[in-house]
């Protein structure tokens, strides 16, 4: 997996590419970590993610609490059809938005 992130108009952009599972969760919570501490809005990309686990629910579910708690909220983007099939299943896609592109997620930002 890897994971690049850049803030940019108080906005912490992720991108992540291949496997979110349980040997790659604690790297991701790790680096998501270190940037919600000057920003509490989020663009995470899943382009490139092709696998998601339980694992990477849970951080996903972590993300959405911690940012949530503070007023806080994250935008995914590009969610692959199998991807949104398993959040369906689990309920997870009730707690976010889906965008079809960086640029529609930032306009929800906008807006609020």
Not at 20 to 43: F, K, P, Y
Not at 45 to 63: I, P, Q
Request: glycine share 6%; hydrophobic share 45%.
């Amino acid at each position: 997996m890897k994971v690049t992130t850049q803030t940019k108009n108080n906005i912490v952009y992720i991108t992540i590419q291949g496997s979110i599972d349980s040997n790659t969760a604690g790297e991701l919570q790790s680096r998501i970590m270190e940037e919600l501490t000057s920003c509490n809005r989020v663009i995470m990309d899943l382009t490139a993610v092709v696998f998601l686990s339980s694992a990477g629910l849970r951080v996903l579910l972590m993300l959405y609490r911690q940012l949530n708690a503070n007023g806080g909220k994250v935008l995914l983007v590009n969610v692959s059809e199998e991807i949104c099939d398993i959040m369906s299943m689990t309920g997870f896609i009730n707690f976010f938005e889906l965008y079809a592109s960086i640029e529609e997620a930032e306009k929800q930002f906008i807006q609020t």
